[in-house]
């Protein structure tokens, strides 16, 4: 839900629906459930979209990146040719801590291929709103140029139950301060609840918008008995 009165042009899907995570537990937040390495390809998801692209109803498609045998170029064109408007790095590794970050990093599965990844759709002319956790993920992201941000909380944030609005406020002012110098633009959106997406009024001052926490889509609203939005 973008912030009312929200500049600029840029209309931002209605949500983002990406695959289920594979292990669900009530201990396990299923923002962390979908970082886990069980996950399928992402073209599983792809192959879903481009066979029946009316069930994503404009809708971005998140898909996991990193993964290494996904392969953007080709998948980028195919969903060009459906029309897919958004796609976005949902799940995003920069969720991780900074340790194994670097361990993903020094196999080239890390943020960086994401945003390479994205940067392909954006070349197949779709719009890219990118996971980012820190501000040195967003200025990156911010130079493609994505079209959009959605701060994350890091893992370890979400260890001890969902982090304080205050918490994440914080987060994305230093996204906001470390992006004023860039020349970027675009909505910088946060996760957050439903009761904080009804009330706007309570944002902190960085946010543009709130992307709610994922929930189980209805099998019969999509069809895709894989899919959390």
């Not at 937040?29 to 979209?49: A, F, S």
């Not at 195919?78 to 990093?105: C, K, T, Y």
């Not at 470390?178 to 946060?190: E, K, R």
Request: net charge negative.
């Amino acid at each position: 839900m973008p912030k009312p009165g929200l500049p600029g042009t840029v209309a931002l899907p209605p949500q983002i629906c990406t695959l289920r995570p594979s292990l669900q537990h009530s201990s396990l937040p299923d923002e962390i459930g979908l970082l886990l390495p069980v996950q399928p390809n992402p073209q599983t998801l792809v192959d879903q979209v481009v066979a029946a692209p009316s069930l994503l109803e404009g809708a971005a498609l998140g898909l996991f990146l990193a993964n290494p045998f996904f392969s953007p170029p080709r998948e980028a064109q195919r969903l060009a040719q459906i029309g897919l408007g958004w796609v976005a790095n949902l799940p995003s590794v920069a969720q991780h801590d900074r340790e194994f970050a670097q361990q993903l990093s020094d196999v080239a599965l890390d943020h960086a291929r994401e945003l390479a990844a994205l940067a392909d759709f954006k070349a197949s002319g779709i719009r890219v709103l990118a996971t980012v956790s820190d501000a040195t993920e967003a200025t990156a992201a911010a130079a493609l140029p994505a079209d959009a941000l959605l701060v994350m909380p890091k893992s370890a944030d979400l260890a001890a139950g969902f982090p304080s609005l205050r918490q994440r406020g914080s987060a994305a002012l230093a996204i906001a301060s470390a992006l004023q110098d860039s020349g970027w633009q675009g909505p910088l959106l946060a996760l957050g609840t439903k009761s904080e997406a009804e009330r706007p009024t309570l944002w902190p001052e960085a946010w543009d918008g709130v992307v709610c926490r994922p929930i189980p889509a209805e099998p019969q609203e999509l069809s895709l008995p894989n899919q959390i939005s």
